[in-house]
């Protein structure tokens, strides 16, 4: 059994790759929902969206959120009307949030909701949240604590960061699935390339992770998701600067280390950063450089397959 | 002053026709909530948007009800994944349900949100609910009481009525702005072509309403909504005679004055009810016979001019 760790779309990306790599019973993917927030009465989700989309083949691969050959009819009405027009709500992807919130508030539980609605959209793969319950990334900036989204989406990264909070992370409870998955035979927890800070760090923070981690008897790789300096997408590289580090793959594997309670034992970098390979290796991390770009879905298939070829080598040692 | 009752599409119909005929500052036009319900998480107000979406002139007028140019991506997808697809929500209709919805979960009231939506559709002319607080119709079948949306919309009015009742009623209270507007001086209220039992009955049935209705100084005039033994749209025709009674507007001329404290004095009915007109004059009423059928907006506003120089004569004399 593989455990994959996903945020959004560079999340997504390797996710998909895992699954057509790995039979449905072989691989459990944990999705941040730190990003989670309640808008315009919608509890939306975005990174349980994003690589449940992915997963079934339907993300929007321009816009790298949403729907393929979305429309925005809801949307325009929406601005004409004077609505709150800042987060973007194609038509097909609020089916998934009018479903979801009417779920909830019928007492489903997230996971379940997910799960129901993974298998309406074809995922064979486990797909689940990190918590059933809320956990709300909060990003400290020097003007004050921002919501995730406000941060993100309406002030698109603009603010200067100064730290995170995950609001409501100690009173988190992991889904039944995700437990028995924690309680069972685990070969391998693998990272995906997803921002540190506000992706992976709300899931590891979650105390039963934290506490399955950390008496783990499995390796934990870790893909990165800085290639020679830069976030593939998203703020990372930004929020890295912005904490008075450098951008790199060495400062993220610091940052596992020293803040994360030293969290991944290998890493899976990029050609473009071989040089750091050097001082990773001097963490005392085994690293595989390859090329980690995934720009298509084979290309995702072939570096899952390569993440777990190299997790079996260091097994079979 | 002219005061217009309506429901949905008839009463839409000669709405348009009075807003054409009449300055903003001489027309209030109280529709009907008695239909409206919480579906899917939205609060929906089949008649107020009917009403609003054709003083708008953005009604559709093929299917009457809806938007003009109307999508349908939202309920195709939720159909796709399950979701409840009995009620048809557009893509754009969506839109105001949404933003009414968010506006009432803030405290708005009804009738704020009513006119704030409407500014936006650029209605000049004053569209107010009869009810701030939920008034909910209920049909009562052989079977038991039914929701009106799932008698009208999702059973397509095939349940056997065997009467109404309005959940709410007794504590309905008006908006402000309609208390304000029974308390100044009314030339007239004109009762549009909507269903008696379940659009006219809810509004007059409001305690405040019944009671200035009741100690009126100014004379109402309805237009029949039924031509020729059927109703123009809707079930009103069935509804008679599942309750024992000829579709005829000389019946609804009788179940206004038995059932809703003989709340019309004069009566508009169609040139194919002409031999009516006798009967309806033997209850004490003026009738005027002209035509009824509204099938433009032309059409509507000669009749809204028909009905409203027929009060104006009754005035006069």
Known sequence: MIVALAGGVGGARLAVGLADALPPR???????????????GFRICPDLDTVMYTLAGENNPVLGWGRAGE???????????????WFQLGDRDLAVHVLRREALRCGVLLSRVTHDLAARFGVKHALMPMSETPVRTIVKTKSGELDFQDYFVRLRCKPRVTGFRFAGVRAARVPDALARVMRGRVDAVVICPSNPFVSVAPIVSVPAIKRWLAS?????????????????????????????VKPTVLEIARHYERNCGNVVDHWVIDKQ?????????RLGKRVLVTDTMMTSRRKSAALARRV?????ERNNV
């Open 273 to 281: 950063d071989a040089k750091l390979a050097g001082a990773i290796e």
């Open 26 to 40: 072989e691989l459990a993917i944990v999705v941040n929902t730190g990003d989670d927030f309640d808008h315009l």
């Open 216 to 244: 783990r008897t499995f390796p934990v790789v870790a893909v990165s998701p800085i290639i020679g300096g830069a976030a593939v997408k998203g703020p990372a590289a930004k929020m890295m600067r912005e904490l008075g």
């Open 308 to 312: 777990l070829g190299f997790v079996q």
């Open 71 to 85: 429309t925005w009819h809801f949307m325009n009405e929406l601005k004409r009307l004077g609505g709150e027009d």
